[in-house]
């Protein structure tokens, strides 16, 4: 089983919708991040956390340290928030977590218009 | 403020040469991270450097090595190279590689033929 597993794994939605993707993980961590790819590879960071909520534009992201549980919303979703979402951690692990994230395999999202 | 800056962006190597990668990070970071992305394993954790030491490594075999110099820029190299090396090879910065942000460069496209 993967320390860090993420759903769904393909989301097709219309522009204007509400979407929710959701990241679990096994292991304890000092930080969970929410990256965004788009086609041709480039990562941009959307969200640190370690707990509690942030929200950036129609991004919101919560985490639940607790249940290990952490989700990313998107509020009235375009065609451009296409790309993949990774969900990654931070080990709480000394030495060994030492500038590495662990990775989940990623919920690619299409919104059509 | 510059973002995280890798080179070269694509590369077409033949089996048993070696390449180097750079990595730019964003002035004021001392730590990189290296990680190497492929479709059937995601994104994998290479090594990090911080203030020119390697203090973290990943699973993966000797052939790939990696220098980080007094700027705080890095470089990876793999030497004999494998078909299996084809990847996008990622390299993200921190301010300290703990607790702190990560900011990814746009990414290597490596093809080995």
């Known amino acids: 089983k993967n320390e860090v597993e993420q759903s769904p794994q393909n989301l097709t939605a219309q522009e204007g919708e509400f979407i929710t993707i959701n990241c679990s993980y096994s292991v304890g961590i000092s930080a969970l991040h929410w990256l965004q790819q788009h086609p041709g590879g480039g990562i941009v960071s959307l969200f640190m956390l370690s707990s509690g909520k942030k929200k950036h534009g129609r991004l919101i992201a919560t985490i639940n340290i607790q249940e290990k549980h952490s989700s990313l919303h998107i509020t009235a979703s375009h065609p451009r928030d296409s790309a993949v979402y990774i969900c990654a951690v931070s080990l709480n692990a000394g030495g060994t977590s030492y500038g590495k994230l662990t990775f989940g395999q990623g919920t690619i999202l299409t919104v059509h218009p | 403020k510059a973002g995280v800056t890798q080179t070269p962006r694509y590369l077409i190597k033949t089996r048993g040469q070696q390449v180097t990668l750079s990595c730019s990070p964003i002035s004021g970071h001392r730590s990189v991270s290296w990680y190497q992305q492929t479709p059937g394993q995601g994104l994998q954790f290479l090594f990090e450097y911080f203030s020119e030491t390697q203090r973290n490594k990943g699973n993966f075999p000797g052939r790939f090595s990696g220098r980080q110099f007094s700027n705080s820029r890095s470089e990876m190299n793999v030497s004999t190279l494998e078909l299996g090396d084809s990847a996008l090879y990622l390299c993200?910065?921190?301010?300290?590689?703990?607790?702190?942000?990560?900011?990814f460069g746009q990414g290597t496209r490596l093809t080995v033929v």
């Open positions: 993200a910065s921190s301010l300290t590689g703990t607790h702190t942000e990560a900011f």
